[in-house]
């Protein structure tokens, strides 16, 4: 196994395990913390200690340029600032689970925004996988007798973070990006951390009173996201420039799964009416979109074999 192979394989095994409990570390962060001033401390301090690790080294400071700098400040813009700050807002009112659950479409839209805004093709069996998955959201969000009560602004919100994580996701591939991961996801995470910590100020969250108030419980929570999820970002930045977005997306088989397990056992959250429904049909959807037409080529070739 290559070098190459080995530090893709950890960046994967980081984005699925990580960023499965990063939701249920943010609802653990939001017991006595505001949502701004946790995406502010967070990215902040992510940011500077990526940076101080990539301009360390000589051959990293070399990809730092001016159109990388505002590629990366529009990424930051969107899958940090847009993205992640609104998952922060949403989960005061809403299941971390739910929220991993809704954001676990991610790839589902990705296929579609490479569709339509880059004209690649989507085949028959992705576009079922699409259908089937966005079916699995329907349900998640269906209460049992109508949408009113499921679509709440916080529910929208992270409908509205999902589509903008996507952009970002699809649109990374057409961006001047830094090739060092350090770089890039610290340049991301230190324009979406101050840009964060500017609206925690100016809505009158300051430091003192932030974390005078602030639980054992929080802390921990925070330190997580700022230590553990700065590395999930390093490896997701490291993927962007390195994997096709389709692929790098796989993570979303893996994460609601986690989110859900320590919702439940961690989080005292209760299930809603249809997830044993939509929860499957993702997964489903997820699994036809990234893998159906390799496992329909294999299943014919053991056909043609067997007879």
């Known amino acids: 196994m290559t070098r190459y192979t080995l530090k893709t394989v950890a960046a994967y095994l980081t984005i699925y395990i990580v960023w499965g409990s990063t939701y249920f570390f943010i609802k653990l962060a939001l017991e006595s913390f505001p949502p701004y001033p946790i995406v502010g401390v967070r990215f902040t301090v992510g940011g500077l200690l990526l940076l101080a690790l990539g301009l360390a080294s000589s051959k990293a400071r070399r990809t730092f340029s001016i159109p990388s700098l505002l590629s990366a400040m529009l990424l930051g813009t969107l899958l940090l600032l847009g993205a992640n700050g609104l998952v922060t807002v949403a989960e005061q009112k809403v299941d971390s689970y739910i929220v991993a659950l809704v954001m676990a479409v991610v790839p589902l839209a990705v296929a579609s925004f490479n569709r339509f805004l880059f004209r690649k093709t989507i085949t028959w069996m992705r576009f079922s996988g699409i259908g089937i998955g966005f079916c699995g959201v329907v349900f998640l969000l269906y209460d049992g007798s109508s949408f009113r009560g499921s679509l709440s602004p916080q529910t929208l919100m992270v409908l509205a973070a999902m589509l903008l994580w996507s952009f970002g996701t699809s649109l990374a591939h057409r961006l001047p990006l830094p090739a060092d991961s350090r770089i890039n996801s610290g340049m991301q995470m230190l324009f979406a951390g101050v840009s964060s910590t500017a609206i925690a100020l100016f809505s009158g969250h300051t430091p003192a009173t932030v974390f005078t108030a602030a639980s054992l419980r929080s802390l921990v929570g925070l330190a997580y996201l700022g230590i553990v999820g700065s590395l999930a970002m390093a490896a997701y930045a490291y993927l962007l420039v390195n994997e096709p977005s389709i692929r790098i997306v796989s993570y979303a088989l893996v994460n609601p799964g986690i989110a859900v397990l320590l919702g439940f056992l961690f989080g005292h959250e209760t299930a809603v009416p ?34």
Request: charged share 20%; proline share 3%; glycine share 8%.
């Open 274 to 307: 249809y997830l044993l429904v939509g929860f499957p049909l993702i997964l489903v959807g997820l699994t036809v979109m990234l893998y159906g037409e390799s496992l329909l080529k294999s299943f014919r070739k053991r056909r043609e074999q067997a007879s």
